[in-house]
């Protein structure tokens, strides 16, 4: 994920999109007015009609979101919109139902978007409607967010019925949004919900940023805005520093114990985006305490990097090494007492490995399960490993020619430079239809997810230090 490619909108109508389930994970209730909502439905059921209600609140407090999802937190109540171009002269087009209906009129919170005519008409129609058949289980709600409106509606509403059409409770219900307490939890719904799982840190905002930030906000709908705007200035920041080149690092985790799971758990999302929180809690190193001087700086460092952790089974570097090796490596495995002869299978396995799958741009789902390697491919794999220790070059020339024999990338180096005034190095730097990636590899017999996230954390700390992002 790019920053570019954040999504963290402050209307709810971009967020209509969303299946129940994804908007079920960022919306959060704001009980006091499910609780009007749960008073007028009751006193809408005894006196057997329906009601009307002006709902005030500032621009993006969240009236559109809490109408659109009281279904989220009451059983069997449905609201209906009625866009601005419907015209209600003739009455409300709605048929009736026997469950709770809340009838939201969208696009007409201010006055200018709609005449004093036509609001005439509507309130009509709306009084006509909820004395009929058709509209004794619904509540029209009115937002608005304007203080002309609502005085507008409020007078001719008890002009209509009074009483009898906005209930006891009043003809003008205060909409305040959620409390402030939530303000942080439901942006770091919004952004792990709308963007693979990543965390506020992951885009260069901090607890302690996001705090001062509600301060600063007088409606959700405002501080997610802030938090947008952070998040888009700390990848310029960043982007700033990458004159030359826009750096992906992909580590590559290659080991004898087969640690898919490990690298699983310190991934986020089918793209295997390394998840910076996970990283830093996994591991006690030292590297950890270097890096929490910069708490902003190393979340968006791993979002702008395009930071990622692969896997690459045993089997499939096996039959890279003997089928791409250099005569060079096929003399080291030679000498090891290992077989070179070419491997049929090895394009096909690397097409199919997760280092393959994302390089054709499609997300990891859940594998098959194939069958364990065995002993040989245990013994041959610790040998390759013997020789990473003092000629991984000679391995990673190899996957290099595998990757662009099986067309995953056009072109490859190895040992390239960053190309900064630090003389760091990457294993492999190959061109995926023009856009450079940097592949570290991971070599070991058998690893965990403490030295998994250690080695990850050594080498953001190492990029960031190149393009001058950590000193």
Request: net charge negative; with cysteine; proline share 3%.
């Amino acid at each position: 994920m790019e920053v570019g490619e954040l999504r963290i909108p402050d209307r709810f109508e971009r967020l209509r999109d969303l299946d129940s389930g994804t908007l079920g994970a960022i919306v959060v209730p704001v009980e006091s007015m499910l609780a009007v909502i749960d008073e007028r439905f009751m006193d809408m059921h005894a006196a057997d009609r329906g009601s009307f209600m002006i709902l005030r609140g500032q621009t993006g407090a969240g009236k559109s979101t809490f109408l659109d999802t009281v279904s989220f937190f009451r059983v069997g109540v449905e609201t209906q919109r009625i866009p601005q171009n419907q015209d209600l002269a003739s009455g409300l087009p709605l048929e009736p139902v026997s469950h709770p209906r809340i009838v939201v009129l969208e696009g007409r919170e201010a006055l200018g978007q709609v005449s004093r005519q036509e609001i005439e008409a509507t309130m009509h129609a709306v009084n006509q409607f909820i004395r009929s058949e058709a509209g004794c289980t619904s509540l029209v709600v009115w937002p608005a967010n304007t203080d002309d409106l609502t005085s507008l509606l409020k007078e001719l509403g008890n002009n209509l019925g009074g009483e009898a059409l906005f209930g006891l409770t009043g003809p003008i219900t205060m909409f305040e949004g959620p409390a402030k307490a939530d303000y942080v939890r439901i942006a770091q719904q919004t952004v792990a919900t709308l963007n693979d799982g990543a965390s506020l840190d992951a885009l260069g905002v901090s607890l302690e940023h996001a705090e001062k930030l509600v301060g600063e906000s007088e409606t959700i709908g405002s501080y997610l805005a802030r938090i947008r705007k952070a998040s888009v200035q700390a990848g310029d920041r960043v982007r700033r520093l990458l004159v030359k080149e826009r750096y992906r690092l992909w580590t590559v985790v290659v080991a004898g114990n087969e640690p898919e799971g490990d690298v699983a758990a310190l991934t986020r999302g089918g793209q295997a985006y390394a998840d910076i929180d996970r990283l830093v809690n996994s591991t006690g190193a030292n590297i950890v305490n270097e890096l929490k001087q910069y708490p902003e700086m190393l979340g968006i460092l791993g979002t702008v990097l395009d930071a990622r952790i692969v896997h690459l089974d045993m089997v499939c570097i096996n039959a890279i090494a003997r089928t791409f090796g250099s005569p060079a490596l096929h003399a080291a495995m030679q000498s090891q007492g290992m077989q070179t002869s070419a491997d049929s299978s090895a394009i096909r396995r690397i097409q199919e490995s997760d280092l393959g799958i994302l390089l054709q741009g499609a997300p990891l789902r859940t594998r098959k399960r194939g069958p364990k390697p065995g002993q040989n491919t245990k013994d041959a794999f610790v040998k390759l490993a013997e020789i990473s220790r003092t000629s991984d070059g000679l391995l990673n020339e190899a996957i290099g020619q595998a990757l662009v024999a099986a067309g995953l990338v056009e072109q490859f180096k190895i040992e390239q430079s960053l190309g900064t005034d630090l003389s760091f190095f990457s294993d492999i730097y190959c061109i995926k239809e023009g856009v450079p990636i940097r592949l570290e590899f991971m070599w070991r017999t058998r690893t965990g997810r403490a030295t998994i996230a250690n080695y990850v954390l050594g080498k953001l700390n190492n990029y960031g230090k190149a393009i001058g992002l950590m000193t």
